[in-house]
């Protein structure tokens, strides 16, 4: 079988290709590192492969705690991975647990002091990729709409507690790092991009060790002997004790409305009430009920099962309703 070498398009450290089927590309992470926008570049035999042996890695544990991604199997060659195509969205994610890189730029943290919640922001992916607001980012229509913002949040606080949990107990703190999404062919959000050491900002917790791109960036050591010592560590045992969790607040919205075939008494009793007013042209109508919750927990994924929980047995009555679960980060 001849594989395509047309190139569907190329960045500064990945090249895209069409794949064997319409449902896949393949993405071939090239060897050169590049910091500063592109001001610093340096060809580093071996990074593309290695960058493509720790995406697997971390993708692989994501779709394994359920986190939809693009990822679909290692390609043709090392340096070669397989995804599933999208329309990407123009937003830089960052999740930080730690102050490190721009934002004790922009705002007066200690470096390495560890923020009570992990904080999510976005970056509009331009020449000099500005931070952003939601706001601006539902004005400039750069996602279909507001629940798929909420759902990116979401979805990034979920991968950083997934990460936590990884990384932690081999000795590694995850300090931040950088997501990319986007929207596959039948209208699913996934995570994207690359899960490298490129995006991430990891060190060692006993010696502060760097293990991630600053050491090109600022000069530390060898990029490719540090990538290859982190994959052999990512490859390894969990050597020590999980972080001790943290309890966190998060806010949740539990909407309970009667099944659509069902006409609830209340929902009787308000519409009769409409037409004796004269509004005939109300035909139909479904009060449910909204109930807010603040809920104490060692993460989202913890705090939704609470929730689900007491929605499920508690605050609805599965027999003749249904309910929908918000929880805000
Ligand atoms: P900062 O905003 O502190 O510069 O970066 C936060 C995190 O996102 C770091 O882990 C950094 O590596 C990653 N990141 C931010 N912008 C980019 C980018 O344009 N390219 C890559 N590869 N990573 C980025």
Redesign the pocket.
């Known amino acids: 079988m001849t594989v395509a070498t047309e190139i569907l398009a190329e960045g500064k450290?990945k090249i895209l290709r069409p794949g064997l089927s319409p449902n896949e590309v393949r993405v071939t992470f090239k060897d050169a590192a590049t910091a500063f926008?592109g001001k610093k570049y340096a060809e580093i035999p071996g990074k593309g492969q290695l960058n493509a042996q720790i995406s697997t890695l971390l993708f692989k544990l994501l779709e394994s705690a359920g986190v939809p991604t693009c990822f679909v199997r290692a390609g043709e060659t090392s340096s070669e991975l397989v995804y599933r195509p999208l329309t990407m969205i123009p937003l830089?994610v960052?999740v930080?647990n730690y102050a490190?890189?721009?934002?004790i730029k922009r705002f007066d943290f200690e470096e390495g002091m560890p923020f009570q919640k992990p904080l999510v922001?976005f970056?509009h992916k331009t020449s000099d990729?500005p931070q952003i607001t939601e706001a601006l980012i539902l004005e400039l229509n750069l996602v279909p709409n507001q629940a798929v913002l909420e759902a990116i949040q979401l979805m990034a606080l979920q991968i950083n507690e997934v990460f936590l949990q990884f990384f932690g107990p081999r000795g590694i703190r995850c300090?931040?790092?950088?997501l990319e999404f986007g929207i596959d062919p039948d209208g699913k959000l996934l995570l994207g991009d690359e899960l490298s050491p490129?995006?991430?900002?990891l060190r060692d917790t006993q010696t502060g060790a760097v293990l991630?791109?600053?050491v090109f960036r600022l000069d530390l050591a060898d990029l490719a002997e540090t990538y290859r010592h982190l994959l052999g560590r990512m490859q390894g045992p969990a050597t020590q004790a999980a972080p001790p969790t943290r309890l966190h607040t998060y806010q949740a919205e539990v909407f309970v409305q009667s099944r659509k075939s069902i006409l609830n008494p209340e929902s009787k009793a308000i519409l009769e009430g409409l037409h004796v007013l004269g509004y005939q042209s109300v035909q139909t109508l479904n009060a449910g009920k909204r109930i807010v919750i603040q809920v104490q927990a060692e993460s989202l994924l913890a705090a939704e099962k609470q929730v689900r929980q007491v929605a499920e047995t508690v605050l609805s009555n599965p027999v003749i309703e249904d309910y929908e679960l918000r929880l805000k980060p």
Do not use: L
Not at 100 to 103: A, M, N
């Open positions: 450290t926008n830089e960052v930080r490190y890189g721009s934002i922001e970056f990729d300090a931040d790092f950088k490129d995006n991430f900002r991630d791109k600053d």
